[in-house]
């Protein structure tokens, strides 16, 4: 979001207020009471207030992250505050300019694929996407348009991005063999962009959504066409309309796979990390152990060891043969 918000209010229902009470506790948010308020609660620097009138407020570094992650693509299921009108107000002529996107899905969800796209965009393609709504994907609740968007993106761009899918089986193999997740995002965004340089082998720069502490990571990922352009790695980089483009590309990408993984073991498998996922990986470990969690999730996850009984005892996924 433009500027770094540190305070922003929204009118929450008595339900929208425990569910988003429900979804901070699940990751790790302290609670506490406060005058007037059906609760309060707290993680790093930012407070939120859930107050009685209906009123809820968010404040601190880091208010724009739990609007734009989680308030408004969980709760208010809509982008006020999100990308749609960030696009527009930062549609400037380098958004017009030729240059990649990079941006993934999967990441947090212990079901299902990772999936790392890559999106060239020239000045042509930029209006169309951007006349047409492209946003970021977290700001888009609906699969109907996720999908609708995804079909026009892949018309626009046709022959010009790239989209790497990551199925559960694979990922587990090259999680154990990277040993952690920022290597394994950093060699497949480093792939997407491989890909799409061979398609586009012109293309002077790429944008890539900063998911860890040092650009590094990626740099050292790179094969040869991606160490021949200008990177530009940053945080909220979904706010550029090719980055935006990549992020509806995997996500997309992720709902297919997603119900690939599940119809080949004839399941529903839910999204993220939540109770129903936590619910139905017991289940899974019950029938079918390791091996069967190992076909449709991220093993890697805290989840799994939960489902197979060894939360807190010390026992590591090698040791079930990882």
Known sequence: MAGGVSNYVCELTESQAARLHRLLEERGWE???APYARWRAKKDKVNVVAYESGKTTVQGKGTDEVV???IEPEILQEARLGYEAVLAEQATPEMFEPHAGIDESGKGDYFGPLV??????????????LDAGVADSKTIKSDAKMMALDALIRKTCA????????G????????????????????????????????????????????????HVVERALQERGRKI????????????????????ARAEFVRGMKRVGES??????????????????????????????????????????????????????????
């Open 265 to 322: 073991v004839s399941l529903l498998l839910p999204k993220g990390g939540g109770p129903a996922v936590k619910s139905l990986a017991r289940k899974i470990a019950e029938a079918g152990g390791i091996t069967a969690l190992g076909k449709v999730a991220k093993l890697h996850f805290k989840i799994t060891q939960e489902a197979l009984g060894t939360g807190g005892t010390g026992t590591t996924l090698r040791e079930f043969g990882n």
């Open 159 to 166: 022959g010009q991005f790239a989209v790497v899918a990551i």
């Open 31 to 33: 609670f506490g009471a």
């Open 116 to 129: 790392i796209a890559a999106c060239y965009t020239d000045a042509a393609s930029a209006r169309i996407l």
């Open 168 to 215: 559960p089986e694979t990922y587990n193999r090259l999680y154990d063999s990277f040993g952690n997740l920022n290597r394994l995002l950093a060699w497949g965004h480093g792939r997407a962009l491989e890909i799409l340089l061979e398609l586009v082998p012109d293309c002077p720069r790429a944008i890539d959504d900063q998911f860890a502490a040092s650009k």
């Open 230 to 249: 200008l990177l530009d790695q940053h945080t909220k980089a979904e706010a550029d309309i090719a980055v935006a483009a990549a992020s509806i590309l």
């Open 68 to 70: 734009q992650y989680l």
